[in-house]
């Protein structure tokens, strides 16, 4: 299956089963604004619905930024509004990177600064190279996070940590992304992050997409419940997946010591 959509500030290519988005606004660090989150919304969405996909390569052109941050010019003369209605969109383009049914990989290279870092941090785990540099320095601006950065980062590497770093607005080097848990593994340069990122997403290829899809429901959906309410839909959705020929079929393969050949059905 190979597939490629071109748009004003992305690259969508899909190929042998992983999706490669990349946003194209090198000149400005592939900065965020209003074109691309809208641009990111509708390919989000229309991939909801686009079967045999194993998972996602999520990262920016050039070798200086993934996302250096939201595009403050475009922000400078915004209304209270305008404001609101730009970070809703923002929340939303991040909400479906979470809901996709397959595993989105944030390969990050360079500035995931603001609006960068919050978009990395939506997908399902970052990879990162050495030169990678997180932050959410919103407050330099007289500004807070608005696409879920005060959410999500106290998640990641814990509440205190994502406090020191959000109320100094200070930045986070690679190392230090890894030590905290907000970047899983780190590579020397942006060509092995890249390879990286497409061998793990294979390797996810080859178990039961069905499987993986509902974890990810279930573990995304478990950070707003108790854990007495998470257990419960975790058990609600084990025991549905029972139901599917995928179970069937991978537990019919391991018997009989053959490859199972899943169907995501």
């Given at each position: 299956m190979t597939i490629q959509n071109n748009y004003e500030t992305l690259n969508l290519e899909i190929s042998d089963s992983i999706a490669y988005l990349t946003v194209t606004r090198e000149k400005?660090?592939?900065?965020?604004?209003?074109?691309?989150?809208?641009e990111l919304k509708s390919v989000l969405t229309e991939l909801l619905s686009v079967k045999g996909v194993s998972g996602m390569?999520?990262?920016g052109a050039g070798d200086k930024a993934f996302i250096a941050g939201a595009d403050i010019k475009e922000m400078l003369d915004m209304t209270t509004e305008q404001a609101h209605i730009f970070g809703k969109l923002g929340?939303?383009?991040?909400?479906?990177?979470?809901?996709?049914?397959?595993?989105?990989?944030?390969c990050v290279n360079g500035f995931a600064l603001g609006g960068g870092c919050e978009m990395a941090m939506a997908c399902d785990f970052i990879y990162a190279s050495e030169t990678a540099v997180f932050g959410?320095?919103?407050?330099?601006?007289?500004?807070?996070?608005g696409f879920g950065g005060t959410q999500r980062l106290s998640r990641i590497i814990g509440r205190n940590r994502a406090k020191e770093l959000m109320y100094t607005g200070r930045n986070m080097d690679a190392a230090e992304a890894l030590e905290t848990g907000l970047a899983v593994k780190l590579f020397q340069d942006k060509e092995q992050l890249i390879a990286a990122a497409v061998e793990t997403i294979k390797k996810v290829g080859r178990v039961g997409p069905l499987a993986v899809s509902l974890a990810k429901k279930v573990m995304n959906s478990g950070n707003d419940l108790t854990v007495e309410e998470g257990l419960a839909h975790e058990?609600?959705?084990?025991?549905?997946i029972f139901g599917s020929q995928d179970k069937k079929e991978g537990t019919q393969a391991f018997i009989e010591k053959r490859k199972p050949v899943f169907k995501g059905l």
């Open positions: 400005s660090l592939n900065a965020l604004n209003s074109t691309m989150m809208t390569v999520f990262t929340q939303d383009v991040t909400l479906l990177f979470e809901t996709v049914p397959f595993p989105v990989i944030a959410q320095p919103e407050v330099k601006l007289g500004l807070i996070p058990l609600d959705q084990f025991a549905a």
